[in-house]
Each structure stands twice: as C-alpha cells, then as structure tokens.
C-alpha cells in the first residue's frame, strides 16, 4: 500500500493544480499500476480546491473506471475536503 | 483607450463606468478621473493596472488627479506598478487588515506564494481565510490557463471591517473568455461565451463531458455560487459581454442555477470591448457555516446540470 501526504506536497491549503498533476503521474499511477492500493492523506489539509481534486483524481477514473475508487482510500479528510472530493467523484462518474 | 474614474463604481452601479470605457487607439491610455471624490472597487483599480500595463508607462497620459481620496489609489499601488509619477503624497501604513494591493500574478508558483502570503494581510481567520484562497486561486489560475495574457492575472481587494466583507477585483488583457471557449464549444457572441463558462461543466479545452485532466470547467461556477449563496454582487465582463449576479433576498432553501441567465442577473451585450476578461466579485465573510451548505447544492446542481446535458445529446437509434 503506497501512502501519499497531500500536506507535505501542497500544503495546507491544496490548490495548486500542478502539484496535483506531478502527485499523479509520479506517485499514484505508478503505484497503481505496480497493483498497490494507494492511500491519500488529507492530514493538516484545512481545505481543498475543486481543481486541485480534478487535477489529482479526475483522469484515473475517466481511464481506468470507477473500479480505481476501490483503490483509492481519502484518509483524514475534514468535511469540507470530503464535500469536494465527492462532488469531483460524482460528475465523473455523471459524465462518464 | 480611454478610461474615467467616478466618483463612485463599485458592482452594484459599476454599469456606467464601463460604458464609458474608450477602448479605441489601443496602443495608449488616458486616465481621467472625478476631480471631487474617487471610490471605486477593486475590479476598478484592476481594469484600470491591466489597461496601463498593456499599453506601457510611456504611453499613459494620466491627469493630475485633484479629488481628496486619489491617495487610496496610491495606496493601492496604481503608480507604482504603472510606473508613473503622480505628486500624490501619503503616508505608508502597514496594509495588514485592510487590503491587498495590486498584485501581477504570473506563475502558478507565484500564485501559491501570494496565497499563503495574503491572509496575514487581511487578518482573517481560518474558515474565513478559506473562501477568500478558494475564490483567488480559482479566478487566477483561469487566467493563468486560458487567457495567454502576457502581463497574468492583475488583482487588488479590500476588506470592509464593518460589514466583514471583502471586495476583490481581477483583470487581464488576454484573450478573452469567447476566443477560448469557443475551441470547444459554439458561441456566438462575447454574452453567449460568458453564459457558456459559468455552466458547471463547461470547458474551453474540450467538449467532453468531465473536462480534461487537469479542467473540469467548474471554477467560475463554484464562485458564482459562493456570491449566490452569500446574496452579493458577482460580475464577468470580457469582450463586449457583460453579466451581474445580482443581490437577492434571504430564502430558507439554497437552490442554485447551472444556467446563469436563471439566477437574477442583469447582463448587456453591446459593452465597449474589453481586450481579455474582468472579474468582480463581493463576499460577506460571516457566513462560512454557509460554505458547507453550499457544497451540498453544488454536488446536486452539477449532477443534475450534466445529466441534462446528457439526455440532450442522446440520440436514440432511428429504425425504418
């Protein structure tokens, strides 16, 4: 199981879509497709933008499905973070 | 270009100030203004950066600005990142507390940086802290994706302790929200292309469903949102399109619009031309318990937003 600190990649205040991308590309998919688990952990994050969420999730479930949700885990997320991620998780999967 | 500064143009009575706008000779910029009294928002001071910025300090005629409160202007840094002189003398005060001065926004790194450094301008507290980062990041990295603005997102805000509310203006010469949005979706006119980018959904960078990776087409839907539920002003002029959220009264239900033309709005077509798009927008900073609600009828409003989207384009299959 990979685990991935949002707070030590883009700080308390998750907004920076690029830094999002690079935990993407260089963290999650590699973990994923190795066949991991890949915890993300929202600890010390106060608050979250919609874009940061996209940048970081939206592509792995328009790829590979909403399956991927299964090996995704959002962990220590206050309610306003879990709020964000759950719309970004719900138009995905409207749209898809 | 022309541009005038009366004696008052906040969101609410900002319609005049932006008709006068001249945008013609758009190599200079002359800047007049109210000789009695200057209170302007944010968006204003903004407009008025971009504009010289575009054209270059040589080639701005600015007016020996006689009214008692063009101090704030200096306040704000106008001069200073216009690089023009003015014999306007203040005394500097710290600006914690009570405003953001103009800012060039250029870089996503520099937007991060500005971030994390302009809540202890303002003095707010966390919750509060929150919505104003939200509402900045997502109106300045729209600028810094799509408007290939050479000079990035200009921005300035001030807080009014008595109302707890904060004014933030931001503008750009890039553009324009119709050139990029119509890469991936049909508008007809600058109005069309403002109605298109405050839909849930919609993006400049594909017409798919869900956006790209790194666009959901959701950024200036969320603000527009976070104005409604705060009943305050909301504007986007870009091109000659023009459109206002305007105030409306306390109601017990949050219902929210993907379509902005319903929510109660003023909007004109036929605006002098801004060479790239311009942002307004008001919060009351006391109701953050709101912010929560407002979630909830976001995630309900873009679900239902695109699976109407969805039915319209589903064709069934035509058997003869």
């Known amino acids: ?96 | 270009m022309k541009i005038h500064l009366p004696n008052s143009a906040f969101l609410g009575n900002i319609d005049p100030f932006i008709r006068g706008f001249d945008p013609s000779e758009p190599d200079r910029l002359q800047i007049t203004a109210n000789d009695k009294w200057i209170a302007v928002h944010p968006s204003v001071i903004s407009m008025v950066a971009a504009l010289g910025l575009k054209v270059g300090s040589s080639n701005i005629r600015c007016q020996k600005l006689e009214a008692g409160s063009s101090h704030y202007l200096v306040r704000m840094g106008l001069f200073k990142l216009l690089d023009i002189p003015t014999d306007i003398s203040i005394t500097v005060h710290e600006p914690a507390g009570r405003f953001i001065p103009l800012t060039r926004i250029r870089t996503s790194e520099e937007l991060t940086r500005f971030i994390a450094e302009m809540i202890p301008l303002l003095h707010l507290e966390a919750e509060q802290a929150k919505t104003l980062g939200y509402i900045v990041s997502e109106l300045v990295r729209n600028v810094l994706e799509h408007a290939e603005a050479s000079d990035g997102a200009i921005l300035c805000a001030q807080y009014y302790k008595k109302t707890n509310s904060i004014r933030i203006g931001i503008a750009d010469t890039g553009l324009g929200i119709r050139a990029t949005i119509t890469r991936s979706h049909p508008a007809e006119t600058d109005l069309d292309a403002i109605r298109l980018a405050l839909m849930p959904g919609i993006t400049g960078t594909t017409s798919m469903e869900g956006g790209t990776e790194q666009n959901a087409g959701a950024g200036l839907f969320f603000i527009k949102s976070i104005a409604s539920v705060n009943r305050e002003f909301f504007v986007v002029y870009s091109g000659a399109g023009f459109y206002k959220l305007l105030k409306k009264t306390a109601a017990r239900n949050l219902r929210l619009h993907a379509d902005p033309f319903a929510d109660r709005h003023s909007s004109e077509g036929g605006m002098p031309v801004w060479p790239g798009t311009v942002v307004g927008v008001d919060i009351t900073l006391n109701q953050t318990e709101e912010f929560s609600r407002l979630l909830d009828a976001i995630r309900k409003t873009y679900g239902s937003a695109v699976r109407e989207r969805r039915k319209e384009r589903y064709r069934r299959p035509r058997f003869t």
Do not use: W
């Open chain 1, 1 to 96: 199981m990979k685990r991935i600190e949002i707070h030590a990649h883009a700080g308390a205040f998750a907004e920076n879509k690029d830094a999002a991308r690079d935990l993407r590309l260089k963290e999650i998919i590699p973990a994923l497709d190795k066949g991991e688990s890949v915890v993300l952990s929202f600890e010390r994050v106060d608050a979250v933008t919609q874009s940061f969420i996209h940048a970081l999730i939206s592509d792995l479930i328009r790829k590979r499905g909403v399956d991927v949700l299964d090996r995704l885990e959002f962990k220590s997320c206050n309610d306003t973070v879990k709020k964000i991620i759950s719309i970004v998780v719900d138009y995905m999967q409207e749209g898809a």
